[in-house]
């Protein structure tokens, strides 16, 4: 039986569909589903309570990365935060191996910014700036 190792998380490249270019982020997170359920109390039943499934609901897609100079990302972020353009996009996700094959896609539908956010400058720190991107979505697919 051959030995089988988890993947590990620092790999892995962001590739947005409306401004036709891959980036490098430094952090991924907000890849999560979860079930909305009810709960209904049915009479003369005391020892619990039915939960029935409602909807999934999708968390925020949040990506950080050193400020950069390239303001296509910024642009798109702009347009929608401030002019109320509101373009989606699909997003792909791809975690990759020591060969830079993916391991494991997910692609992101109609995904937009709702937040767009630069680090605290410090003369007392030497920090990278870091440019963080919140945006919405309707859901995902793993590929």
Same mark, same amino acid.
Request: contains cysteine; charged residues 20%; proline residues 5%.
């Given at each position: 039986?051959?030995?089988?190792?988890?993947?590990?998380?620092?790999?892995? /490249?962001?590739? $947005?569909?409306?401004? /036709?270019?891959?980036?490098?982020?430094? *952090?991924?997170?907000?890849?999560? =589903? *979860?079930?909305?359920?009810?709960?209904? =109390?049915?009479?003369?039943? %005391? #020892?619990?309570?039915? /939960?029935?499934?409602? #909807?999934?609901?999708? *968390?925020?897609?949040?990506?950080? #990365?050193?400020?950069?100079?390239?303001?296509?990302?910024?642009?798109?972020?702009?347009? =929608?935060?401030?002019?109320? &353009? $509101?373009?989606? @996009?699909?997003?792909?996700?791809?975690?990759? %191996?020591? %060969?830079?094959?993916?391991?494991?896609?997910?692609?992101?539908?109609?995904?937009?910014?709702?937040?767009?956010?630069? @680090? &605290?400058?410090?003369?007392?720190? *030497?920090? $990278?700036? $870091?440019?963080?991107?919140?945006? @919405?979505? @309707?859901?995902?697919?793993?590929?």
């Amino acid at each position: 039986m051959a030995n089988y190792y988890p993947p590990l998380g620092f790999h892995f /490249k962001v590739f $947005i569909e409306n401004i /036709k270019s891959e980036y490098q982020f430094q *952090s991924v997170s907000g890849l999560q =589903a *979860s079930l909305e359920t009810e709960e209904i =109390a049915e009479g003369g039943e %005391n #020892r619990f309570k039915h /939960k029935l499934p409602l #909807r999934t609901s999708y *968390s925020n897609l949040v990506l950080k #990365r050193g400020l950069n100079t390239n303001k296509k990302l910024y642009n798109w972020c702009q347009d =929608a935060v401030n002019g109320l &353009d $509101i373009s989606p @996009s699909p997003i792909t996700i791809q975690l990759l %191996n020591e %060969n830079n094959e993916p391991l494991s896609t997910w692609n992101i539908v109609n995904a937009y910014p709702i937040k767009w956010e630069v @680090s &605290d400058f410090n003369a007392e720190e *030497s920090n $990278i700036v $870091i440019e963080t991107l919140e945006l @919405s979505y @309707s859901y995902f697919n793993v590929l």
